[in-house]
Structures are given as C-alpha cells and as structure tokens.
C-alpha cells in the first residue's frame, strides 16, 4: 500500500532550498515552471550519484563503453526515431480559463476525490481508452463525470488533442525561406545520440556483441503539466544505457538487466520494500517489452527508471532514414546451423534512470525528523539526511573546539592530509553543537572535532551522523577510517 505524505514531501522541498540543495531557477524573476538549479551540496550529491551509476556501468563492465555526444542531433534523427510523430501527450484545454492539462492528470486528480471503488472504475476506464487512442470518448468520460477545471470551476472543454513534448529552436544564424530547414530539437531522451554512434563506438572500441553503450546528459521535454518539484522537469538528466544483444537473446538481457539494475539500487542500503516493479501493459512505440522500476515517494510509488526492450527499432530506423547500414558481423558459430550468425541489426536492452529523479529518491530516503529527548524532560527535534555516505556532499567536516590554542592550525592540518581523497569541509564558527546540526542537516556522515585533548595525544573525536555517538581516535586513522566506510 502506497502512502502519501505531502507534509514530508513540502518539508523535503524546504529544506532542499534552505540548505543549498535545489533552488527554483531564476528565482529573482519568480522562477520558472519546473526548471530548477542545483545549489553547492546539491549539485556535489548530484555529481556523486551521477559517477556512481557512471562507474557502476562503465568501469565495473568490461563490455560497456561510455560516448558525451551532443544535445543537437540531425532533425532527421527525431523522425527516424518516431519522436516527431508519437511523441506526445493528450491534452484537454479548458475554454474559460485557458488552461491546459494533460488527460491523464485531470482525471487522475478527480479520481483522488473518489470513493475507492468508483475511483478504480474511472481509472481503468481512462486506461482502456487512452489505450486505445479513442480520444472523443475520453471527451466524454471527462463530461460524464462533470470534471471542472480547477481555475474557471467549468466543465467548458475543447477536444482532446495530441501535443508533441519536444522543444524545437531555430539553428544557424541565415534564415532560411523554409523555416522548417533551420528548425532543431532540444533532444527528449539521450538514447538517440548512442544508437546513431552504434558503429563509430563498436569499431574504434572493438566491442564484440553483446555489449553496452552508457551516456548521462540533458534531456529535455515540454511537459505540459509539470509539477511535483524536480519529480518532473522540462531540463533534467538522464543515465541510460543501451545494451546491444543478439537477436533472440533479448527476454535474457531484459531480466538481467532488470536484476542487475535492482541490486544498483539496493547497494545504496536502500530497503526492499521501497521498491516494486511496474510491468507495462501496453511499451512505448519502439519496445516489446518495458517497465519501470517505482520507488515510494513520499508522494506515493512512482518511477524512478525504465527498462525497456527496445528490439531493433531504433538502429532499423536509423538505417531507413540514413541509408547507412548499422550492422554488426557476428563470427561467432551458431550451433543450430554450424555457421557464423553473419550479419544483423542487434536488439537493444536500455536501462534509463533520471538523474535528478534519483536525487530526489536519495532525498525523499535521506530526509528525517527524529525527536530527541532532552534532560529536562522536553525533547526537541535533530533534522538528518542520511544520505548514504559514499554519495553524501561532504565525508568529513573538522572542527576546532575554538578559535584558538592552536587548534584550527592542526584542524587545518588534517584538512590538508584528507581533502585530495575525499570532499572536506572546515568550519570554526559557532558552538559545537550548532555546527553538528548543520552537518546533519546537509548529510555530512563524519564530523571531526580537534580539542585540547588533541595538543597532548594526537587524537580526535569523530561523531557519527546517523548515531550520533562520539569516539576517539589517532589523527593518522582519520583518513583510512573515512575512505573504508565511503568505498
Ligand atoms: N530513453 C527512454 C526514455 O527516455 P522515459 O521513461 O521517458 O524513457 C526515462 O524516461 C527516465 O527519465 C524516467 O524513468 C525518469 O526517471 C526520467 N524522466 C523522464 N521524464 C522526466 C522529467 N520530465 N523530469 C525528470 N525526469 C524525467
């Protein structure tokens, strides 16, 4: 049973921004919708979690093989891949107000204020039908139900229409009579720009089927109803990987890959239970096969990465429209006839997980109000990120006991000998207790405190996050200590 608790997922978004996670972007001119910027310690938690799944794919994958390739692809690389016709979403506009919204998502909110039985009804009912593509009766399901639009509190709808998700721009600096010859697209996905290298890597990589091709990057998507904070976003970064099998192998892949993505994720010490898999009963255009991997968010379980069987649509595709062949000579022998399986167009497996959707995972996972009792017998509350320690934004905070003594001269010290292997962060100001909490607020699973103790026997106290228990250990343990518990 899933929970939703937006109180927690506010307070997430909060103190995202008051801690320097995630800020609105431009947030002087009142932001814009469902773009957002990543702060000091979020952008270090995002890079973290980025060289993580990068090292997971690459370095730990004798047969995966990474490519950066650009934002900008040939247009025709978008009707190849059949995003220019299908990539879309059905939406209703309301007449009075002018709002839009996307079906789904209207009648999803109505649903909400359902008894639970007429709301399951309502849902499969929309289901089936957007199945089936049959929009005129979604209209009317809409006007059955009498849904209002939130704004002008009518039932005023126009038709449900189709509308394509991908950001166009203009390329070049010469204007061209036909407009349509200048006009690029922002990609929507990062996939294209490894299926469209598939042979410049698997020749200047000599890869031998079946072996991946990882990319992390922007991606970019006119969501029309954008909303949930970075859950999603219109600019935001996808780690896929597309895994180039031989035809027939596909259903094996696809469940390996599946396992293997499930235990990337349990090696975060994340729990089971967090988790379900979302088979999809109807894959998007280009796959056989696909589904999602959902995480319970604060609100509720929701996706968090695809896997998606994508056959040999794509890379067919690309060789429609280029007339280039993207095919792989297989030499391998083929038991079945005795002869090399020659020449084919390899399946594909990908795995696509969103970066900041992981980020928010780590946050929604992390995030933690815990009461602490206090002597008097009043208690009072710790605000903790457990994020776990290989991917928190600072390992290690130092901290002189106070301003003087020569403290922060060896504080200092042990910055230095520490902060080649491992983010460090030295703070003098304030009590202790106060740089504590500012410490666990922003996850820093270590604090180091250097006191007088210190100038007579060369030890430390190091405090740990999660417990907050304290021990004392010989400043030349520091660094093995941390890099043992980040590895
Ligand atoms: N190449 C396949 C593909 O793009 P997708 O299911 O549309 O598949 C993959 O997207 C992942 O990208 C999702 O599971 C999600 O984590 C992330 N994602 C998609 N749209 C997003 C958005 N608007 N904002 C943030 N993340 C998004």
């Not at 990068?54 to 934002?71: L, P």
């Not at 859950?231 to 094996?252: A, H, I, L, S, V």
């Not at 399946?347 to 815990?370: C, K």
């Not at 740089?435 to 699973?445: E, L, S």
Request: charged residues 30%; proline residues 4%.
């Amino acid at each position: 049973m899933s929970t939703n608790d937006n109180n927690k997922f506010q307070a997430i978004i909060a103190h995202a921004k008051e801690y320097g996670f995630v800020f609105p972007s431009s947030e002087i001119y009142d932001g814009l919708s469902a773009v957002y910027d990543y702060g000091p310690w979020g952008s270090e938690l995002k890079k973290n979690i980025r060289d993580y799944w990068w090292k997971s794919m690459t370095q730990m994958h004798e047969n995966i093989v990474g490519v950066d390739a650009a934002i900008f692809m040939h247009p025709t690389t978008w009707k190849a891949s059949g995003h220019v016709d299908n990539f879309s979403d059905p939406m209703i506009d309301n007449k009075d107000s002018k709002k839009r919204y996307r079906v789904d998502h209207l009648i999803e909110a109505h649903a909400e204020t359902l008894p639970e039985q007429e709301s399951a009804a309502l849902l499969s009912e929309m289901e089936k039908l957007l199945a089936e593509e049959d929009f005129a009766a979604v209209k009317k399901l809409i006007e059955d139900h009498k849904i209002k639009c939130s704004i002008s509190g009518t039932a005023n709808w126009t038709d449900v229409r189709q509308f394509n998700l991908m950001f166009k721009t203009e390329f070049g600096a010469v204007a061209s009579d036909n407009q349509e010859d200048n006009i690029v697209y922002l990609r929507p996905e990062t996939a294209q720009g490894i299926f469209v290298n598939f042979l410049n890597v698997q020749k200047t990589a000599r890869m031998k089927v079946p072996f991946g091709i990882a990319q992390t990057g922007k991606a970019f998507r006119n969501e029309i109803v954008a909303r949930q904070f970075i859950f999603r976003m219109r600019e935001f970064e996808q780690m896929e990987m597309q895994f180039f099998c031989r035809p027939g192998t596909q259903k094996e892949w696809f469940e390996y890959w599946k396992n293997a993505r499930k235990q990337w994720h349990l090696s975060l010490g994340i729990p089971e239970e967090k988790y379900r898999w979302h088979p999809h009963a109807k894959p998007a255009f280009y796959a056989d096969n696909a589904g999602d991997i959902e995480y319970e968010f604060p609100i509720g379980f929701k996706e968090v990465e695809g896997i998606h069987s994508r056959t040999d649509y794509d890379l067919t595709q690309h060789q429609t429209y280029s007339k280039k062949k993207l095919q792989y000579f297989d030499n391998d022998i083929d038991e079945a006839t005795g002869k090399p399986y020659g020449n084919y167009v390899p399946y594909v497996i990908e795995t696509s997980i969103g970066l900041d959707r992981m980020f928010l995972l780590i946050l929604s996972q992390a995030y933690d109000e815990e009461t602490l009792a206090k002597e008097d017998g009043s208690s009072e509350t710790r605000t903790v990120l457990r994020i776990p320690p290989k991917l928190a934004p600072i390992k290690l905070a130092i901290l002189p006991l106070t301003k003087k003594d020569g403290l922060p001269e060896i504080a200092r010290n042990i910055m230095n000998n520490c902060r080649d292997e491992f983010y460090c962060f030295y703070e003098e100001k304030d009590a202790i207790g106060k740089r504590y909490r500012r410490m666990d607020a922003i996850g820093t699973p270590f604090c180091i405190t250097v006191d007088h103790q210190t100038k007579e026997d060369n030890t430390v106290t190091i405090r740990y996050r999660d417990t907050m228990t304290q021990e004392r250990l010989p400043i030349a343990a520091i660094k093995e200590l941390v890099k043992d518990k980040i590895k």
